[in-house]
């Protein structure tokens, strides 16, 4: 389960999560905010771009965010098929 921060810890996160946001390339910027409201098939079907390519810019935030000491904050990976199918 979760356990519950102090509204301190809480700002702290706030403060490191766009500490981090702004170090985004302006792309992946772009690409992190849409995924606050859309799924990846939204996305995938608004700008043409495939989903296993939009996966991959996942891994990206990921790691950016890892680096940027956000690990524990950040969920668990989902598994997706990425078959050769359609590569």
């Known amino acids: 389960g979760r356990t519950s921060r102090s509204a301190l810890e809480l700002a702290d996160l706030v403060a490191d999560l766009e500490a981090a946001e702004k170090k985004l390339p302006e792309d992946l910027c772009e690409f992190n905010n849409r995924l606050r409201t859309e799924t990846i098939l939204e996305i995938s079907r608004e700008t043409g771009i495939p989903r296993t390519t939009l996966y991959e810019s996942i891994e990206k935030l990921r790691r950016h965010f890892e680096q940027a000491g956000l690990r524990d904050?950040?969920?668990h990976r989902r598994r997706h098929n990425r078959?050769?199918?359609g590569r």
């Open 73 to 75: 904050y950040l969920p």
């Open 83 to 85: 078959g050769s199918a």
